[in-house]
């Protein structure tokens, strides 16, 4: 069954230091998401991502936040001078064109900021 | 702006009693909505959704939610609780058919033996 893979599982950094979180989407898919869940809170949306530009983005998704797409297959979330505040899961979701189609999601990563 | 609602951070029942885990969504037009479960250190698992039709809908794991317009409400049920159902569970909402979903605030299951 195709599924949403997410690299790495666990990514611990320094605050101040740049990280990249990396999705390969459903291949047939169109829509793609960031979500992220600070740990016991709730899972909080971020970007969503569709024919190649940002179509959503949450006030969280400030400008230390961006995604790209930059082959076709992959989808990448970097997050600039990381603070502690940014501890969190991050999930990558992926979604095929059609109302009420359901999003699939990775098994995420989470993020710990030192 | 959309928003869900789930009473109850924690619900805890025994096994083989009946699960019922509560969502409230506010909106003004037809909504899509979702329950999705996810296990400690794992992903988010689509349980069942309810997009037109049918209001009554059936997932995996032996569970249902009913969508109820006048009561803007998608509670989730099962009518026999398992050990194996213990996990945090999100209700999920979208307004159209690209828009991303607006997640509740979880509710964690505890099933006692």
């Known amino acids: 069954e195709p599924e949403v893979t997410q690299t790495p599982s666990h990514q611990v950094t320094q605050m101040g230091q740049e990280v990249i979180l990396r999705c390969v989407p459903i291949?047939?898919?169109?829509?793609f998401y960031w979500y992220r869940q600070i740990l016991g809170q709730k899972v909080e949306f971020l970007v969503s991502?569709?024919?190649?530009?940002?179509?959503?983005k949450s006030e969280i998704f400030d400008d230390q936040f961006s995604v790209e797409r930059p082959d076709g297959s992959n989808f990448t979330l970097k997050i600039r001078s990381t603070k502690l505040e940014d501890s969190a899961m991050y999930f990558c979701?992926?979604?095929?064109?059609?109302?009420?189609?359901?999003?699939?999601f990775g098994q995420g990563t989470r993020l710990t900021v030192v | 702006a959309q928003s869900v609602t789930q009473l109850g951070s924690h619900v805890s029942v025994s096994e083989g009693a009946l699960v019922l885990l509560r969502c409230n969504y506010s909106?003004?037009?037809?909504?899509?909505l979702f329950w999705y479960v996810q296990y400690p250190n794992q992903g988010l698992q689509l349980l069942l959704k309810?997009?037109?039709?049918?209001?009554l809908v059936k997932g995996i794991n032996g569970f249902e939610a009913e969508f109820k317009k006048s009561e803007t409400s998608f509670h989730l049920t099962k009518p026999s609780a398992h050990m194996s159902d213990a996990a945090e569970y999100f209700c999920?909402?979208?307004?159209?058919?690209?828009?991303?979903?607006?997640f509740g605030k979880g509710t964690r299951l505890s099933v006692i033996a």
């Open positions: 291949s047939n898919h169109l829509y």
């Open positions: 309810y997009t037109t039709g049918a209001t």
């Open positions: 979701a992926s979604r095929p064109q059609g109302r009420g189609t359901e999003a699939f």
């Open positions: 999920a909402v979208t307004f159209s058919g690209n828009t991303p979903l607006v």
């Open positions: 909106s003004s037009v037809p909504p899509y």
């Open positions: 991502f569709y024919n190649n530009e940002i179509s959503e």
